[in-house]
């Protein structure tokens, strides 16, 4: 920021003279960096005048007169701490409105300075990465389309804790809030559970159970593998004739497969990039036989033995994709989420 403009409370020219500098001194970014310190001003004016209201004022030097004076003396000294560190709530708002990051002295905190401030932090932007795959997440569950508040441009890579543990107080209270917000939103359009996928993890409940005794996986985590691969059962591989392949993990036919198949084209994922190739995959007789061979895959081949037995949804579904089950640079991401999701928790519950 430009040393040379100072906030005064008292000064009617101050609204001026940042407009001024939104014109002429750095455009729209160091205007929006003084508004943003203006801005933790009045808050801390009104920590500090709630902070005078706690205190007795019936003292003989109390009146009308000295209140006033008090009040701007406390007005002004709220500005000149913003405009010297703060809090860091004004380079928080800054950041959240698109400012760019610290790389000057007078931006990113005079070196040598004492004490702590959240301007001399170099943190990636996470809260766009966070906010993005938490939509996604919400949007997978099956709920209806976000709110446009809640909407913003993927990514690509997924957030991680490392991410989440570097927001400060404020921007997680922000990322809550607007998530909050989606999740109301659209429970509000489309309910909490859709029942679609409610009849289909009530329908294969038993199933996963019985081949988690045989895997020591738990059941839940193997629904929501199935989950993943079928779109709760309204994407499912089907023959010609529209009947059902009841390949619930879209496990392919190989040379030793003798039952019957369904051929797709497939997308695959190789250095990073997508193609598309023919595939023929298993077809089932129910639901039962394809979790039972699914738990004859994951028992009797070597390449998942990281897998068995396996309670931990991260390294579950990590497990599953560095053993080769999906090319999917995301698939262990996607999987982790619908474990560790609102749907299949709440379906659960009902299923009993």
């Given at each position: 920021?430009?040393?040379?403009?100072q906030l005064n409370a008292l000064d009617p020219n101050s609204l001026g003279d940042l407009k001024r500098l939104a014109r002429?001194?750095?455009?729209?970014?160091?205007?929006?960096?003084?508004?943003?310190?203006?801005?933790?001003?009045?808050?801390?004016?009104?920590?500090?005048?709630?902070?005078?209201?706690?205190?007795?004022?019936?003292?003989?030097?109390?009146?009308?007169?000295?209140?006033?004076?008090?009040?701007?003396?406390?007005?002004?000294?709220?500005?000149?701490?913003?405009?010297?560190?703060?809090?860091?709530?004004?380079?928080?708002?800054?950041?959240?409105?698109?400012?760019?990051?610290?790389?000057?002295?007078?931006?990113?905190?005079?070196?040598?300075?004492?004490?702590?401030?959240?301007?001399?932090?170099?943190?990636?932007?996470?809260?766009?990465?966070?906010?993005?795959?938490?939509?996604?997440?919400?949007?997978?569950?099956?709920?209806?389309?976000?709110?446009?508040?809640?909407?913003?441009?993927?990514?690509?890579?997924?957030?991680?804790?490392?991410?989440?543990?570097?927001?400060?107080?404020?921007?997680?209270?922000?990322?809550?809030?607007?998530?909050?917000?989606?999740?109301?939103?659209?429970?509000?359009?489309g309910g909490a559970v859709s029942r679609s996928a409610q009849d289909f993890v009530t329908e294969v409940w038993p199933h996963?159970?019985?081949?988690?005794?045989?895997?020591?996986?738990?059941?839940?985590?193997?629904?929501?593998?199935?989950?993943?691969?079928?779109?709760?059962?309204?994407?499912?591989?089907?023959?010609?004739?529209?009947?059902?392949?009841?390949?619930?993990f879209n496990i392919k036919a190989g040379s030793a497969w003798s039952g019957r198949t369904v051929a797709r084209e497939v997308?695959?994922?190789?250095?990073?990039?997508?193609?598309?190739?023919?595939?023929?995959?298993?077809?089932?007789?129910?639901?039962?036989?394809?979790?039972?061979?699914?738990?004859?895959?994951?028992?009797?081949?070597?390449?998942?033995?990281?897998?068995?037995?396996?309670?931990?949804?991260?390294?579950?579904?990590?497990?599953?994709?560095?053993?080769?089950?999906?090319?999917?640079?995301?698939?262990?991401?996607?999987?982790?989420?619908?474990?560790?999701?609102?749907?299949?928790?709440?379906?659960?519950?009902?299923?009993?």
């Amino acid at each position: 920021m430009n040393k040379g403009f100072q906030l005064n409370a008292l000064d009617p020219n101050s609204l001026g003279d940042l407009k001024r500098l939104a014109r002429t001194e750095g455009g729209s970014d160091a205007a929006l960096r003084a508004a943003a310190k203006q801005f933790e001003g009045l808050f801390l004016q009104m920590v500090m005048k709630s902070m005078r209201a706690t205190t007795g004022q019936s003292g003989m030097m109390d009146s009308e007169q000295t209140r006033s004076w008090q009040g701007m003396l406390d007005q002004q000294m709220a500005l000149e701490m913003s405009q010297s560190g703060g809090t860091g709530l004004s380079e928080m708002l800054y950041r959240q409105l698109g400012g760019k990051a610290a790389a000057s002295p007078e931006a990113a905190g005079e070196a040598g300075k004492n004490g702590f401030d959240l301007a001399d932090v170099r943190r990636r932007p996470a809260i766009p990465a966070v906010l993005a795959r938490a939509a996604e997440s919400v949007a997978a569950a099956g709920k209806a389309t976000l709110p446009a508040e809640a909407r913003v441009p993927a990514l690509g890579a997924a957030a991680t804790a490392g991410e989440f543990s570097a927001l400060s107080v404020y921007e997680r209270a922000a990322l809550q809030t607007r998530l909050d917000a989606a999740v109301r939103g659209a429970r509000d359009a489309g309910g909490a559970v859709s029942r679609s996928a409610q009849d289909f993890v009530t329908e294969v409940w038993p199933h996963a159970l019985e081949a988690s005794r045989r895997t020591g996986i738990p059941a839940e985590f193997m629904v929501a593998q199935a989950a993943l691969e079928t779109g709760w059962g309204q994407k499912q591989l089907r023959h010609a004739d529209g009947s059902p392949s009841n390949n619930l993990f879209n496990i392919k036919a190989g040379s030793a497969w003798s039952g019957r198949t369904v051929a797709r084209e497939v997308t695959e994922y190789a250095d990073g990039q997508a193609y598309t190739e023919s595939a023929r995959f298993r077809s089932y007789a129910s639901y039962a036989e394809s979790f039972r061979d699914y738990a004859n895959l994951i028992t009797r081949s070597p390449r998942y033995a990281e897998v068995l037995g396996q309670t931990d949804a991260a390294a579950f579904a990590r497990g599953l994709q560095d053993a080769g089950y999906a090319t999917d640079p995301m698939y262990a991401d996607k999987l982790t989420r619908i474990i560790g999701g609102n749907t299949l928790r709440s379906a659960l519950a009902m299923a009993g």
